[in-house]
C-alpha cells in the first residue's frame, strides 16, 4: 500500500516480576513472581500458581506449533520490549498500534487490586515513551468508584497514554468487596443489571471529554475459558456479547446526553454489528414507547456517530462497512496473539480488501485510528 496502516487493537505482555517495581513498595511482598522447572514457568501468586500461559503471545510461531503454556522465553520480546516492539512494527510495517494486555491483578484484596491499576498504568507508559506516536497505550481505569476512576483517567492522560478502558459492566455498588476480576479482559462478575448510563457515571464521561479521549471496552462481557473444552465456542461468544454493553450505552440516553463521546468495541469483530444495528431500530420503533424509551433517535443514530470496532479476520463486517459506517472501523492485526496477521499484515488487508475503493481502505486501516488518537 502507498499509506501508513496502524493496527487499533495490539497487545503488551509484560513480564510478571514488573509487578515487583512498579507496586508501592508495602505492596511489593505481595506481588507475582516467577517460579519455573523442566516443564514450564509459573506465576505464583496469592494462593495460586498457575502455569505460564502462551496464548497472548504466539506471534511467529507456526499454528501447528501452539500450545497452551510454556516459558516467558518462548514468547517474542515485543511483547515487554519496546526496541523490540518497534522492530517487530518495522517487519510488519505497521506505522503504529493501539496496545492492550496486561491490566489489574486479580485479587480479592481492594487496596491492592486498585494499587496493580496504577502500576500497570505507568508501566505502560513507560513502555510508550519509548516512541509516543506509535506506542499508543490505553489505560486501565476502576469504575468501582467514581472519584477514583476521574483521579486514574487524570493520570493517564497526564502519563500520556492514548484512552481509557473500563470493564463491560460496571460493578455493583451493593455487592461484597471485590466483585472485580482483575487481567487483561477486566470482566466484571457484579451485576449485569447496573449501567454506565447511571447519573453517577456522569462526572467520569465529563473528565474522559475534558482529556479527548475515547472509552475502550475489550473482548465482549463474558470470560473466555482456556480449557480445550471450553475454548472454541467461548471464544465466539466472546464477539458477540459485546452487543450487551454497547445497546446498554446506547438504550439507556448516555450517548445522546454526551454527544461527543467516543465508544470503541475492541477485538470484539465487526460482522454482527449490521444486524445489531438494525435489530436495535426495530425494537425502538416497537418497543420504546410501552418501555417508556425517551430515545428522540433511532439507535443507529448514536451507534454511527460515536461507536467505532476493530476487527481482524472478517470479511462479512468489511463486506457490510456501510451499514455499520466506514468511518467506524478499525483495522487491527492483534500482535502478538495467536490470532495475529503478524508478519503479514500488508498481505491479509489485500485479501480482506479485494474490489474495496482506496478510499474506504485508507479510512479503515490508517485514517481512522490516526484521528481518534491524534495523530493527525
Not at 506481588?31 to 503471545?57: K, N
Not at 472519584?147 to 497514554?161: F, N, P, Q
Not at 454489528?273 to 426495530?282: A, I, K, L, N
Request: glycine residues 8%; contains cysteine; aromatic residues 10%.
Amino acid at each position: 500500500m502507498d499509506h501508513d496502516i496502524i493496527s487499533g487493537d495490539s497487545h503488551v505482555n509484560p513480564d510478571p516480576r514488573f509487578w515487583s517495581e512498579y507496586l508501592p513498595e508495602r505492596l511489593r511482598d505481595r506481588a507475582p513472581r516467577i517460579e519455573s522447572d523442566s516443564e514450564g514457568d509459573y506465576i505464583v501468586f496469592e494462593d495460586t500458581r498457575r502455569p505460564f500461559t502462551l496464548l497472548g503471545a504466539l506471534a511467529g510461531t507456526d499454528v501447528e506449533d501452539y500450545k497452551l503454556h510454556g516459558k516467558l522465553s518462548d514468547t517474542r520480546p515485543g511483547g515487554w520490549d519496546p526496541a523490540a516492539r518497534l522492530e517487530d512494527q518495522d517487519i510488519d510495517g505497521v506505522q503504529a498500534e493501539v496496545l492492550y494486555g496486561g491490566g489489574p491483578l486479580a485479587t480479592r484484596d481492594p487496596e491492592l487490586r486498585l494499587a496493580s491499576f496504577r502500576a500497570y498504568n505507568d508501566w505502560l507508559a513507560d513502555f510508550c515513551s519509548a516512541s509516543p506516536r506509535r506506542l499508543l497505550g490505553i489505560g486501565y481505569v476502576p469504575t468501582d468508584d467514581v472519584d477514583r476512576a476521574i483521579e486514574e483517567v487524570r493520570h493517564i492522560a497526564r502519563r500520556g497514554l492514548s484512552g481509557m478502558l473500563i470493564p463491560p459492566f460496571p460493578p455493583d455498588p451493593d455487592a461484597e468487596e471485590g466483585n472485580v476480576v482483575g487481567g487483561s479482559e477486566m470482566i466484571l462478575t457484579g451485576s449485569r443489571d447496573r449501567s454506565y448510563a447511571e447519573e453517577r457515571f456522569d462526572p467520569l464521561w465529563r473528565a474522559v471529554l475534558d482529556e479527548g479521549m475515547a472509552v475502550h471496552m475489550h473482548l465482549g462481557a463474558r470470560p473466555t475459558r482456556t480449557h480445550e473444552a471450553h475454548f472454541l465456542p467461548d471464544m465466539v461468544m466472546s464477539k458477540l456479547t459485546m452487543a450487551e454493553p454497547l445497546a446498554l450505552f446506547i438504550f439507556g440516553g448516555l450517548l445522546e446526553r454526551y454527544p461527543q463521546l467516543k465508544l470503541v468495541s475492541v477485538e470484539s469483530g465487526i460482522g454482527w454489528m449490521p444486524f445489531v444495528v438494525h435489530y436495535m431500530d426495530h425494537l425502538w420503533h416497537k418497543h420504546r414507547h410501552w418501555t417508556g424509551n425517551r430515545l428522540p433517535e433511532p439507535p443507529s443514530v448514536y451507534f454511527r456517530r460515536q461507536i467505532l470496532g476493530t476487527f481482524l479476520d472478517d470479511p462479512v463486517g468489511v463486506r457490510e462497512r456501510a451499514e455499520i459506517g466506514v468511518e467506524n472501523i478499525l483495522w487491527s492485526s492483534d500482535y502478538p496473539h495467536g490470532e495475529t496477521t503478524w508478519p503479514n499484515s500488508h498481505a491479509s488487508i489485500e485479501r480482506h480488501f479485494e474490489g474495496v475503493p482506496e478510499e474506504d481502505r485508507y479510512k479503515i486501516t490508517y485514517e481512522n485510528a490516526a484521528r481518534l488518537y491524534h495523530l493527525i
